[in-house]
């Protein structure tokens, strides 16, 4: 069974990279949102998953 890395573990690495990381993950947001108010994304699930991941990296920057 492959070991499991969870998310907060990766980042947690590379402290350097989070404020670029997040900045990556709010553009991608934003595309998102464009994309679904001109009804053509499909993958309404990634809304969810992107502002679960831009709280991540915020948690771990509020920790150090």
């Known amino acids: 069974m492959a070991k499991k890395t969870s998310f ?3 980042t947690k ?15 991608e947001l934003m595309d998102l949102r464009i994309s679904f ?3 053509q994304l ?14 991540q990296l915020k948690t771990i920057e509020r920790e150090k």
């Open 8 to 10: 907060l573990s990766k």
């Open 37 to 39: 108010s001109s009804g």
């Open 13 to 27: 690495e590379d402290s350097s990279s989070s404020l670029g990381e997040e900045q990556k993950l709010r553009k």
């Open 42 to 55: 499909k993958e309404t699930h990634k809304f969810k998953q992107i502002r679960k991941s831009i709280a």
